[in-house]
């Protein structure tokens, strides 16, 4: 847990950006504010042996462009078959309903999907983990949440009623909740709490049943996250034997966490970009940058091998929830010459949100590399590609130099490794940047033979920064390809 602190501060603008609501901490302050009850301090993945994160994605697409955007990621553990399986699950179900919902949408605005977790607790037999579903459908997001619940004394996946001892225990659950709501007087109708509404429910420090809803649920949609703390005495004679045993692993990581110290993280923002990470002259040589996005994921490790076993760097562009997951994918990344850059922390379409959102969802993820790899990354890439002013503008402000791509291994929509590596073989020309997304089997299956085949036609595979040279590149401008400067010379 020593990065407890760190986390902690994380969670707390996770939490006020879902809704922005009933959060008490001011963000002048680093340090964690234990006031709020409905606060759930999430466990920092990393400190979570044998996790890693998942992707899901939408393989549906009408010509040639998504119809919808959709990025679903969920944490995988070993040893827990069951919990991953009702993960998947749950993920697959999420996907269906969006399509469901989004069959005959017009293609403009996009309807995005885009769901990421929490661990609301992770040690010893239990692991709870916290689904936030984000969905909009052209008028602004709604948020849903559920917690699954994982015990591995019983080696049973449950939902959050699982923490209950049944049925009874949940009529009397729901009665204390609506009597709370009631109590506080807010602008929420107690009469709308149904038990099935009682899907997300997790515990605080102090074992305190904390029960989440979804936007728009019980409240006026502007209430955003909607959350009541039911007192540990009140609750703990409705808790089952596995939520007995959550309550307790969340208060056992409370009691280890070490007093909570300010953790201050590099905020400097570099003015330009060097060409650092490598240094082939790609004025002399033929580069073509290979970038994978999305990650780290399960195949992480073996596309990592791949690599290095054709002595070939490329460029990562890293989710910040997934490699918050995997700090150590991260630094093998890093020591082994690739260059870790940033693809926004939850992988939202940045151009819907707003200015602030957009920094906090950039800033988070800077943190978090640099956290891992103690070096601040420098370059970024828009989920989607989706950039627009507002987007450039928060690049340019925290020294980030935004890359497009000039080839689109297509990867995302296919299991096909052939396919993909044909495409890529083909495509790729001096200067090329590739996009690729190391998180699909499949892409991670064609990169053998798309580096025999470039390294064949004597092609360097190099990172981005390198192609641009001497030249550099500057925070804030948009890079597709190196070629502007490759036509300067013979093509040979
Ligand atoms: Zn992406």
Redesign the pocket.
């Known amino acids: 847990m020593h990065k407890k602190g760190l986390i902690g501060g994380i969670a707390l603008l996770a939490l006020s950006a879902v809704g922005g609501g009933l959060a008490t901490a001011s963000p002048e302050r680093d340090v964690l504010v234990p006031a709020e009850p409905t606060m759930i301090d999430f466990v920092d993945p990393a400190t979570v042996g044998g996790l890693v994160a998942r992707t899901l994605s939408d393989a549906d697409r009408g010509h040639g462009h998504a119809r919808r955007l959709v990025?679903i990621t969920y944490p995988e553990l070993r040893d827990a078959p069951r919990l991953n399986r009702a993960l998947h699950d749950e993920a697959e179900r999420t996907l269906h309903h969006f399509r469901d919902l989004t069959k005959f949408d017009a293609p403009r605005p996009r309807p995005e999907l885009n769901v990421d977790w929490q661990l609301a607790a992770a040690s010893g037999d239990i692991v709870g983990v916290r689904l936030r579903t984000g969905e909009s459908l052209g008028n602004g997001w709604s948020n849903s949440i559920r917690t699954l619940w994982y015990d591995r004394r019983t080696g049973k996946a449950t939902g959050s009623a699982g923490l209950l001892s049944g049925h009874a225990a949940l009529r009397d659950l729901t009665r204390l909740v609506k009597d709370r709501l009631a109590k506080r007087g807010s602008p929420t109708d107690p009469g709308r709490v149904t038990g099935d509404q009682l899907d997300s429910m997790a515990f605080n420090q102090g074992g305190d049943l904390v029960v989440e809803f979804d936007d728009c649920q019980v409240g006026p949609c502007s209430l955003g996250r909607l959350a009541v703390a039911v007192p540990a005495r009140q609750a703990d004679p409705l808790l089952s034997p596995t939520g007995r045993r959550a309550q307790e692993a969340v208060r056992e990581a409370a009691r280890q966490a070490a007093p909570t110290v300010p953790r201050t993280l590099p905020s400097s923002s570099p003015e330009a970009v060097s060409n650092r990470a490598g240094s082939v002259d790609c004025a002399k040589a033929k580069c073509v940058a290979l970038t994978f996005?999305?990650g780290p994921g399960p195949d992480t490790p073996r596309l990592l091998d791949m690599l290095h076993q054709a002595g070939a760097r490329a460029t990562f562009?890293t989710?910040g929830t997934s490699a918050a997951a995997r700090p150590d994918l991260l630094v093998r990344m890093s020591v082994e010459g690739h260059l870790v850059a940033n693809?926004s922390w939850a992988?939202l379409d940045l151009s819907k949100l707003t200015t602030s959102k957009i920094a906090d969802s950039l800033r988070r993820t800077q943190d978090t590399i640099t956290a891992a790899i103690g070096e601040r990354p420098t370059l970024m890439r828009a989920?989607?590609g989706a950039l627009n002013e507002d987007v450039m503008d928060v690049a340019a402000d925290m020294g980030l130099a935004i890359v497009g791509r000039n080839v689109d291994a297509g990867d995302k929509y296919t299991n096909d490794a052939k396919a993909i590596a044909d495409r890529v073989t083909r495509q790729a020309r001096v200067g090329a940047i590739v996009l690729m997304?190391g998180v699909h089997p499949a892409t991670v299956d064609a990169v053998p033979d798309i580096l025999k085949k470039l390294q064949g036609k004597g092609y360097t595979l190099v990172t981005v920064p390198e192609l641009y040279g001497t030249a550099g590149m500057q925070a804030g401008h948009l890079y597709r390809s190196g070629s502007e400067i490759a036509r300067h010379r013979p093509l040979t």
């Open positions: 990025h996005d999305d562009f989710v693809h992988h989920p989607y997304h």
